[in-house]
């Protein structure tokens, strides 16, 4: 089975910065999209940005275009959420997630990790 384990998260004031990881171990798969979503208190999980395992194309919510920037690295097996300006509405629990080549849905998800930002 692979394992997502993110990491980055804390508490970081309004107009601040973090830089999210999220690393993939055990078993090699076959993944098309890795992505980012979150979920806020008594919000719906929602999207904030993903890339491709192979190509340029990014895609981002258009709460975080602009401030939010998602990149890779195949030979770590990882993938980053590089956050600037960061808002209070950002605070949420990060995921990471994975979709398989042969898959319509994201069915790769790590635990999460937490991002607080204050005013």
């Known amino acids: 089975q692979v394992q997502l384990v993110e990491s980055g998260g804390g508490l970081v004031q309004a107009g601040g910065s973090l830089r999210l990881s999220c690393s993939a171990s055990?078993?090699?798969?076959?993944?098309?999209?890795m992505g980012w979503f979150r979920q806020a208190p008594g919000k719906e999980r929602e999207f904030v940005a993903a890339i491709p395992y192979f190509g340029s194309s990014t895609s981002y919510a258009d709460s975080v275009r602009g401030r939010f920037t998602i990149s890779r690295d195949n030979a770590k097996n990882t993938i980053y959420l590089q956050m600037t300006d960061l808002k209070p509405e950002d605070t949420a629990v990060y995921y990471c997630?994975?979709?398989?080549?042969?898959?319509?849905?994201?069915?790769?998800w790590g635990q999460g990790t937490q991002v607080t930002v204050s005013s």
């Open positions: 055990g078993l090699a798969v076959s993944v098309a999209l």
């Open positions: 997630a994975g979709r398989l080549i042969w898959s319509s849905s994201y069915s790769l």
